[in-house]
């Protein structure tokens, strides 16, 4: 039998609806949202004394349900379908004396101005407005019209919707425009519904005001199922958007309810007052773990952090921690350093209700969840410093505590918050000689005075370690690290690279290029950098310094280092920007390096053939090029060197590298044990 129209435009069809519902008989046909779901909103905005107009009714239970419930019994029921009108008022006639049908087309009504206070549409508007063509547009804009008109000052219309991203759009920009309050209610559904439409089903409520000439004032508010105090948002796009997460997070729950999933899905979870993340999820599925009543599902509390960490950070590791766990479904919650915690078991319980909803098929609904985490906390983590910089854009300053009782310093641009711009390691304070501890009860130090001094023997970040132990390619030529050295590196960030060469090449001249000069500030409030006579930084844009260097005085470094972000997160190339890997920058890079010299390049590229285009153009400039790439991270050091004559093997390297480390300890400079410059050196290939 064929209930569907063979095209969108029959849904204005009286026509098509007369057949529809002769053939559909006296079934009720509902187009989303039975009366029981949609009555804790309906019962808001709708008074047992106001006179109520449904438009579209059709064959639809919910004028009867109001009526028979005691919500309201003025009620006049249009539609287009003369034959749905003949049956609607054999079914209500007797039973609803005050409630009427009237066979009439919505776009041009016959009732007086002003003659309603409520004016309600289930499914009507979604019917209509199937695309956005003119002819649409303009009878969207006529059923407005009317609608307007027939309702009071104070009025509501009520539209019920899936809310398609065009046809919110449509209904919020036209009464918005027209100074009327609009407010997006999140219906609740369940059973049936639920099955039917994966999308959720949404309540638009218009409520009319007198328009104030020459006023801009738009108030838009969002109330999602879970909360009946509205939000308010800035724009129709922040509200269209709004709309928008709320399906997304319908969609993944939808699709996760049916089967395992290949792919890792992830949504956030949003504080309810300020509307900003605060739980990050990924749903990670391990089809190789067999399921049991104990191990189908688990949530993973990422402590605070440590989300930047390759085994919660990435695709791969999160995969692994899965697998590790044993359970056949984990979810990973990311806490966001915005947000305020008490503890696991205040954030168990705001999660648990919602994580359910992302549980496997068929798991019981009083299964007990088991909450993972690290050490079984939440972590810590201290945010010192806030800013925003013209250059960089918003950036943090946080202390995180990591694996045992080791804390760390790290510099993030929110950019791109789930990389970490620069760290260090912190040192424990220790009191002074015949002094106790402080008591914990004492008062804390305060934001303006870092709690622990930064930890200058240990490079935190792995690439540069590999870019420190490309000074060995130097070799001979100079014999390190009692010879000078002549050093330049273009990114400063917190520091760590060029204060660790400065501080253990201890004749290394260091001159440090900048873009930003908010960095050379956090650097050295933060993270302990200094200047003095073998340190000097430039604030200058990079590519602009190695121009004028080379113009100025060729051949005057012995090692260049480029560890320089790119702002353009569109480019499959974050580090670094696409202008210092192209030839004839390339050629000044080499023409300020000195013959037996060496360049460091920190390379962040995700794009293959780009990648290849890069390394291409390098071999062009550098006849002798070195990589190392970095374990489980997608950075890769290159080396690369304009004299074919150095080129040494990777045992040379490890013997240079231990002899360096040699003559380090020989002058009492020894860095931390856990950075050995000949493993570093070991992996690395010539390409």
């Not at 569907?4 to 007369?18: H, I, K």
């Not at 796009?237 to 290949?262: I, N, T």
């Amino acid at each position: 039998m064929e209930l569907l129209p063979r095209s969108p435009g029959e849904f204005g069809s009286a026509r098509y609806w007369d057949r529809f519902f002769r053939q559909r008989g006296q079934r009720p046909f509902e187009w989303y949202g039975a009366f029981p779901e949609l009555c804790p909103v309906l019962l808001k905005y709708v008074r047992p004394r106001d006179k109520v107009l449904v438009v579209g009714c059709g064959n639809s239970e919910l004028s009867e349900q109001m009526y028979d419930t005691g919500m309201c019994e003025d009620i006049v029921n249009i539609d287009i379908s003369d034959a749905v009108i003949h049956q609607m008022k054999e079914r209500s006639a007797s039973k609803r004396p005050k409630m009427s049908y009237l066979q009439m087309d919505m776009l041009q009504m016959d009732f007086p101005d002003a003659h309603f206070q409520v004016a309600l549409d289930k499914g009507t508007l979604d019917a209509i407005l199937t695309d956005e063509e003119e002819v649409t547009l303009s009878k969207v804009d006529r059923m407005f019209a009317e609608i307007s008109r027939v309702l009071q000052v104070g009025g509501r219309y009520l539209c019920v919707s899936l809310a398609q991203a065009h046809v919110l759009k449509k209904a919020v920009e036209y009464f918005s425009q027209e100074g009327w309050v609009v407010r997006v209610h999140e219906v609740a559904t369940s059973g049936e519904d639920k099955q039917q439409f994966v999308l959720p089903i949404f309540v638009y409520v218009m409520t009319k005001f007198r328009k104030i000439p020459g006023s801009a004032l738009q108030i838009l508010e969002i109330c999602p199922e879970e909360q009946d105090k509205p939000l308010r948002l800035e724009s129709a796009e922040q509200l269209v958007e709004a709309v928008k997460d709320r399906q997304h997070y319908a969609l993944v729950c939808s699709q996760l309810s049916k089967a395992p999933c290949g792919e890792q899905l992830s949504l956030d979870l949003c504080d309810k007052a300020s509307g900003r993340p605060r739980y990050t999820l990924h749903v990670v599925d391990s089809p190789a773990v067999k399921p049991s009543c104990d191990n189908r599902f688990a949530i993973f509390i990422i402590p605070q952090g440590r989300e930047t960490e390759w085994l919660f950070g990435t695709e791969e590791g999160r995969r692994q921690l899965a697998a590790s766990a044993g359970f056949g479904r984990l979810v990973t919650v990311a806490l966001h350093r915005e947000q305020r915690y008490e503890g696991m078991a205040s954030i168990q319980a705001e999660l648990s209700g919602k994580v359910m909803e992302l549980a496997p098929p068929g798991l019981p609904a009083r299964q007990q969840v088991p909450f993972l985490s690290v050490g079984g906390d939440i972590g810590v983590r201290t945010v010192w410093h806030c800013d925003t910089s013209p250059l960089s854009g918003e950036f943090v300053v946080e202390d995180v505590k990591g694996d045992g009782a080791c804390y760390f310093r790290r510099l993030i641009f929110l950019s791109n918050r789930n990389v970490v711009q620069s760290e260090a390691r912190l040192l424990a304070p220790a009191p002074p000689p015949g002094q106790k501890k402080r008591r914990k009860d004492k008062k804390k130090p305060g934001p303006a005075e870092p709690p622990m001094a930064i930890d200058k023997s240990y490079l935190c970040c792995e690439h540069h370690k590999a870019m420190v132990a490309g000074l060995c390619l130097l070799g001979n030529s100079n014999p390190l690290p009692g010879a000078p050295i002549a050093v330049l590196v273009v990114g400063l960030g917190g520091g760590s690279l060029p204060l660790f060469v400065h501080d253990y090449f201890l004749q290394a001249h260091v001159a440090v290029v900048e873009i930003d000069p908010s960095m050379l500030e956090v650097a050295t409030r933060w993270f302990g950098f200094s200047q003095g006579d073998r340190m000097q930084v430039h604030i200058a844009d990079g590519l602009d310094h190695v121009a004028k260097l080379a113009a100025e005085a060729p051949a005057q470094y012995d090692a260049i280092m480029f560890d320089v972000d790119s702002k353009d997160l569109t480019v499959g190339m974050s580090c670094p920007p696409p202008a210092f890997v192209e030839k004839p920058f390339l050629e000044k890079v080499k023409t300020i390096l000195k013959p037996e010299g060496v360049f460091v390049l920190n390379l962040v590229c995700r794009d293959a053939r780009l990648k290849e285009s890069v390394l291409a153009i390098l071999r062009e400039v550098f006849p002798l090029l070195y990589a190392r790439r970095i374990d489980g991270e997608v950075n890769e050091i290159l080396f690369c060197q304009p004299s074919p004559k150095s080129r040494r093997d990777p045992v040379e390297l490890t013997v240079l590298a231990q002899a360096l480390e040699g003559s380090m300890q020989q002058l009492g400079r020894s860095w931390d044990s856990s950075y050995v410059l000949a493993d570093m050196l070991q992996a690395i290939t010539i390409l």
